[in-house]
């Protein structure tokens, strides 16, 4: 059985950090590209960064510079590392793993950036 296990949400005043982490099992991590996906109240989600098999990373817009993705494969893991938080970062935000037609998200862990 197949799982992403998000951790490292919570609330952190704007200008602050957090560090997210994404743990599976049941999937070898190394053949997967590996996301971070955003989802905030009465928004589509979106895709925030990515990270290929091969280790080549793309952000959104909004991110670029204060977030950075990265994974460990040995572990099976995949983290976002989030930077000068701003309010508008609040959202549930989810990992992905995808490889061909196998799609696994995560059931999420909330971000609320706020003073």
């Known amino acids: 059985q197949v799982q992403l296990v998000e951790s490292g949400g919570g609330l952190v005043q704007p200008g602050g950090s957090l560090r997210l982490s994404c743990a599976g099992s049941?999937?070898?991590?190394?053949?997967?590209?590996l996301n971070w996906y955003r989802q905030a109240p009465g928004k589509q989600r979106e895709s925030v960064a990515a990270?290929?098999?091969?280790?080549?990373?793309n952000y959104a817009d909004s991110v670029k510079g204060r977030f950075t993705i990265s994974r460990d494969n040995a572990e099976n893991a995949v983290y976002l590392q989030m930077n000068s938080l701003k309010p508008e970062d609040t959202a549930v935000y989810y990992c992905?793993?995808?490889?061909?037609?196998?799609?696994?998200w995560g059931q999420g862990t909330q971000v609320t950036v706020s003073s």
């Open positions: 049941g999937i070898i991590f190394s053949i997967y590209d």
């Open positions: 990270i290929t098999r091969g280790g080549r990373t």
């Open positions: 992905r793993s995808t490889y061909g037609p196998s799609d696994y």
